[in-house]
């Protein structure tokens, strides 16, 4: 069983560079989130999507951007990284079917920006 | 932007004592989940609690829902090494259309000395 995988799982970014992280979920959720983790703050929404084609900003997507082309991907990419950028990623899957959803993360994929 | 306070940050405490996490906030949830997560990896739901003044149990661990579901509490009794891990609660917005976008407290580290 599958579930949430992310790519990749570390990755060193030069400030000014650009990245895509990779998300796909095999249990047929339409619901997706991309989260962000620093230490002591808990997770923060960055982008989420209830749908193929449909995406909303969260609580902190300055500096991201997602797009939904499938129901089973949704990558996040990252434009000229910065060092608050430094963080772990989470992506995240729902199915909602009875209005209050357990989410399924994936493993995280860990970024630094130098 | 809705805010959940959890409390203690750290906890460091000898096998066999009991621990109370608590998570508060001043607005009202429809739900509220738990999750744990361990180093390494994406956090997993423990439990979901939607109305007000539920109790639920699992194992050695308690969790209860504020009667204004604004507040939750996680209790363990007689704790293990093996509940040492990050514990976070996590609430969903009451009142139209949320999409299961979750607030996350700032999380809980718990140690446990055998």
């Known amino acids: 069983n599958a579930g949430v995988t992310q790519t990749p799982k570390f990755r060193i970014l030069k400030i000014g560079q650009s990245m895509t992280l990779q998300c796909a979920q095999d249990m047929n959720h339409n619901y997706m989130y991309w989260y962000r983790q620093d230490p002591g703050m808990g997770l923060k929404l960055i982008y989420y999507s209830v749908g193929a084609g449909i995406t909303d900003k969260g609580e902190v997507p300055n500096g991201y951007n997602v797009s939904r082309s499938t129901t089973e991907d949704f990558p996040l990419r990252l434009e000229l990284a910065a060092p608050s950028q430094t963080s772990v990623y989470f992506c995240?899957?729902?199915?909602?079917?009875?209005?209050?959803?357990?989410?399924?993360f994936g493993e995280g994929s860990r970024l630094t920006v130098l | 932007t809705q805010l959940l306070e959890q409390s203690p940050q750290f906890l460091s405490i000898q096998e066999g004592e009991n621990l109370t996490v608590y998570c508060n906030s001043s607005?009202?949830?429809?739900?509220l989940q738990w999750y744990r997560q361990e180093p390494g990896e994406g956090p997993v739901l423990l439990v979901t609690?939607?109305?007000?003044?539920e109790v639920k149990k699992l194992k050695r661990l308690t969790f209860q829902f504020g009667d204004a579901r604004k507040d939750s509490s996680l209790h363990i009794t007689a704790a293990q090494p093996g509940d040492t891990g990050l514990y976070l609660c996590?609430?969903?917005?009451?009142?139209?259309?949320?999409?299961?976008?979750?607030?996350f407290g700032q999380g809980t580290i718990l140690t446990v000395h055998p």
């Open positions: 996590a609430g969903e917005e009451a009142g139209g259309t949320s999409y299961g976008k979750l607030t």
């Open positions: 609690v939607v109305t007000g003044g």
């Open positions: 995240a899957s729902s199915s909602r079917r009875d209005n209050t959803g357990e989410l399924f």
């Open positions: 607005s009202v949830f429809s739900s």
